[in-house]
T-cell receptor, first 114, second 113 residues
Framework: AQSVAQPEDQVNVAEGNPLTVKCTYSVSGNPYLFWYVQYPNRGLQFLLKYITGDNLVKGSYGFEAEFNKSQTSFHLKKPSALVSDSALYFC????????????FGSGTQLTVLP | NAGVTQTPKFRVLKTGQSMTLLCAQDMNHEYMYWYRQDPGMGLRLIHYSVGEGTTAKGEVPDGYNVSRLKKQNFLLGLESAAPSQTSVYFCASMEGGAGTEAFFGQGTRLTVV
């Protein structure tokens, strides 16, 4: 079985400060890892993914994420937060070689304070 | 390019009624998924399809049925709605290959009273 944990339901950060949204995963074999963002009353939008290669992955809107195999983590980061980054963020994992199941974490609500 | 379109966007059902949610994608994707989103629980997979004419159970399939008669459409049915099925339902599609990302529809907010 595969699982994702997002230990923080809510993250608050001041505008201009760096932000981190945490994610840890459990999967057999090599993981494919994804971050999605959801704005109010909208569907999920893809931000970035890790498949293989460089552990630091860059994505949309200035976000990046660092894959750490030993800690089974894939934390989402941004150097300077914007108020418009306020949204619900989901981490997801899929086992490599299987397109069948994408398992999501419970989500982290990010609020950027002006 | 419409992407993934879900119909309807909102619906209120009485307990015991039936309904069908329609998901249509215009990206020629092989894989399609139905998820439900509940507060504090993230997205949970209900059913999925890896190609036209195929369906499979996900994490929470009870009380739902699906069909994929055409590649571009994936239907989710509730035969006898229950209040526990009050949720936001999302459809997603994916081109293929485990490393590709899924594209999501806007969601259907279903309330069962």
């Amino acid at each position: 079985a595969q699982s994702v944990a997002q230990p923080e339901d809510q993250v608050n950060v001041a505008e201009g400060n760096p932000l981190t949204v945490k994610c840890t995963y459990s999967v057999s074999g090599n993981p494919y890892l994804f971050w999605y963002v959801q704005y109010p009353n909208r569907g999920l939008q893809f931000l970035l993914k890790y498949i293989t290669g460089d552990n630091l992955v860059k994505g949309s809107y200035g976000f990046e994420a660092e894959f750490n195999k030993s800690q089974t983590s894939f934390h989402l980061k941004k150097p300077s937060a914007l108020v418009s980054d306020s949204a619900l963020y989901f981490c997801a994992v899929r086992r490599s070689g299987s397109a069948r199941q994408l398992t999501f974490g419970s989500g982290t609500q990010l609020t950027v304070l002006p | 390019n419409a992407g993934v379109t879900q119909t309807p966007k909102f619906r209120v059902l009485k307990t015991g009624q039936s309904m069908t949610l329609l998901c249509a994608q215009d990206m020629n994707h092989e894989y399609m998924y139905w998820y439900r989103q509940d507060p504090g629980m993230g997205l949970r997979l209900i059913h999925y399809s890896v190609g036209e004419g195929t369906t499979a159970k996900g994490e929470v399939p009870d009380g739902y049925n699906v069909s994929r008669l055409k590649k571009q459409n994936f239907l989710l049915g509730l035969e006898s709605a229950a209040p526990s099925q009050t949720s936001v339902y999302f459809c997603a599609s994916m081109e293929g290959g485990a490393g590709t990302e899924a594209f999501f529809g806007q969601g259907t907010r279903l309330t069962v009273v």
